[in-house]
């Protein structure tokens, strides 16, 4: 797979967080480890929580992730960050034995 263009990934940017079974989410950077010009860096988010009825005071509450990957070095279908724009990784079957 080619380098991904991450020339806008910067602390507060959006993002697409990919969860555990593919769903899309959107996200914002809170924390980027490493030099998007140098490598592909993993990054810490923040996204609103998808269960409506998880709500507090400030509203509906948030979730975090962190130590992400790219897509790009993550092969799985879920649990990776995309930038706004770019193609999910596919779905495949698990292998049959």
Excluded at 1 to 21: H, K, Q, T, Y
Excluded at 26 to 43: E, H, K, L, R, Y
Excluded at 53 to 75: A, E, F, K, W
């Amino acid at each position: 797979m080619e380098r991904p263009d991450l020339s806008e990934l910067a602390v507060g940017c959006n993002v697409i967080f990919v969860d555990p079974v593919a769903g899309q989410h959107q996200a914002v950077v809170t924390s980027i480890f490493g030099d998007p010009a140098v490598n592909v860096p993993c990054i810490n988010i923040v996204y609103v929580n998808p269960d409506e009825t998880m709500q507090d005071s400030y509203g509906r509450q948030i979730m975090r992730q962190t130590s992400l990957c790219h897509r790009s070095v993550n092969p799985a279908y879920g649990m990776y960050y995309m930038m706004p724009g770019d193609t999910p990784n596919p779905i495949k079957p698990a292998y049959q034995t």
